[in-house]
């Protein structure tokens, strides 16, 4: 039997649990989109979305998280040190990606929509549903990010084992329930968005 050093053990203890609770945050967030049908049958386009704006939180969260682990670990941030400019900066670059981002990804989505001769909705429409998931998960799951660092650091643990899991899955559920609330807004404004 091969010999487990007490560092593996520690690192498995504490990514497990993240683990765990990420596999079940994918099947709510496959459920949540399953709940979705009706909205998909009115704009189909709105498919192309789905996979790009998940993966897009998954990027931006992960890569918020590890941020923060690494300037946790630094004693640049913490919560004795508040609301500091080197949160702040790590805080204002994945909202600023997000904007450009999303921004792209609703006109990508429009011509590969249009391209394939998808009944939906027009430019502006993706741009503002992308625009606005988008923007709305990012500030969301932002305060999570920031919220599970700083409560894995204060009870001992590595934010890095912590977060990352957990919020890669957690991603998933914000960004189905934005793109959701997003297209009820364009919806519920009118029909001169649709098209």
Do not use: W
Not at 56 to 84: D, M, P, Y
Not at 102 to 116: D, H, K, N, P, R
Not at 133 to 154: D, G, K, N, P
Not at 165 to 181: R, T
Request: proline share 4%; hydrophobic share 55%; charged share 10%.
């Amino acid at each position: 039997m091969i010999p487990v050093s007490p560092e593996v053990i520690r690192i498995l203890k504490e990514t497990l649990p993240a683990t765990i609770i990420a596999t079940i945050g994918e099947l709510v967030a496959g459920a949540f989109l399953g709940n979705m049908t009706n909205i998909f049958r009115m704009f189909p386009g709105l498919m192309i979305l789905v996979p790009s704006i998940l993966d897009l939180r998954g990027c931006l969260s992960t890569a918020l998280s590890s941020r923060l682990g690494t300037a946790l670990h630094l004693g640049v941030i913490g919560k004795e040190l508040g609301f500091n400019d080197e949160l702040k900066e790590n805080l204002i670059a994945p909202l600023i990606n997000s904007v450009m981002l999303s921004t792209i990804l609703g006109i990508i989505a429009y011509f590969v929509s249009s391209q394939l001769n998808v009944e939906g909705i027009g430019l502006f429409t993706f741009v503002f549903i992308s625009l606005l998931a988008s923007v709305m998960a990012t500030l969301f799951q932002m305060s999570i990010t920031v919220y599970f660092a700083f409560t894995a650091q204060e009870k001992g643990l590595d934010p890095d084992n912590v977060t990352i899991p957990a919020l890669a899955s957690l991603g998933d559920i914000i960004g189905i329930i934005s793109l959701y609330i997003a297209t009820i807004i364009i919806m519920s404004i009118g029909g001169v968005f649709i098209g």
